[in-house]
């Protein structure tokens, strides 16, 4: 994956065809489980009723994500280019592409039991919840790379 | 979660010129580890939320990732909970705190 272009507020990458499948294969299962409800057990300023504001912003906020996220995906998105792709974002649909993988990333760690080592041994897994590992890892390289081939260009 | 002592470059509070902006409470938005957010990520956030420079948004990022917390910000009781559903809408672990 590399940063083929960044001009005036637009980004361009290069994918190679498994990256391309694998974004939007990732991108497909947004939202990976339930929304996971907010409780500010570690601050006792937060009321009730703030809480259940938070927790509808961060319900409508998901909302106008996963709208995003059908978006973002469109195969126009991906043209062709050699044997690989051209992936082409505005810097705010990045930024939704991020959250999006980061929600992704989280909500598949919440699934495998919020494990404090997120380099976990595999194989002490059961079969239903390997999706959710690969789902984080895939997640976790995609922002990586998102986020530092921008800060080397 | 390790016990830690408050960072040393905590914002200190606005400035008002009426009485009842001095007495109005203010509350510090704080931010907590986790194992899963990547770093470059968190920055990312903190640059974007407060339009922070990157030395400022990683310093806070490494006092989290070291410290368990870091307090980000001392606003009014709006601005924080402004700050901390943002936060939280990028999944990160924030809450506000009363600063008195």
């Not at chain 1, 694998?22 to 937060?46: I, Y």
């Not at chain 1, 703030?50 to 998105?77: F, V």
């Not at chain 1, 705010?92 to 980061?102: G, P, S, V």
Request: proline content about 4%.
């Amino acid at each position: 994956m590399k940063l083929a272009r960044q001009s005036a507020g637009r980004f361009q990458y290069q994918l190679s065809e498994e990256e391309a499948q694998s974004l939007g294969l990732l991108v497909e299962q947004f939202p990976v489980g339930e929304h996971s409800r907010v409780k500010n057990s570690k601050a006792d300023t937060a009321k009730d009723e703030r809480e259940k504001l938070l927790n509808e912003s961060l319900a409508a906020h998901r909302k106008e994500l996963r709208l995003m996220a059908g978006d973002l995906i469109r195969p126009e998105r991906f043209k062709t280019l050699g044997a690989g792709r051209l992936f082409s974002v505005t810097a705010e649909e990045r930024e939704a592409l991020l959250q999006i993988l980061n929600d992704i990333r989280v909500e598949s760690w919440r699934l495998l039991g919020e494990p404090e080592n997120v380099d976990m041994d595999v194989s002490s897994l059961p079969k239903e919840k390997l999706r959710y590992y690969v789902f984080m890892c895939l997640a976790g390289d995609f922002e990586f790379h998102f986020l530092t081939l921008q800060d080397a260009k | 979660m390790p016990s830690i002592s408050e960072p040393a470059t905590t914002p200190g509070p606005s400035v008002g010129t009426r009485s009842e902006d001095r007495l109005a409470p203010t509350y510090y938005v704080v931010c907590w580890n986790d194992p899963v957010n990547l770093m470059v990520y968190v920055t990312h956030v903190f640059m974007k939320i407060f339009g922070w420079e990157r030395q400022k948004a990683e310093k806070h990022m490494m006092e989290v990732h070291e410290k368990g917390k870091s307090v980000l910000v001392r606003e009014s009781a709006e601005k924080a909970e402004f700050y901390v559903h943002r936060l939280q809408g990028y999944k990160l672990q924030a809450t506000m705190e009363p600063a008195e």
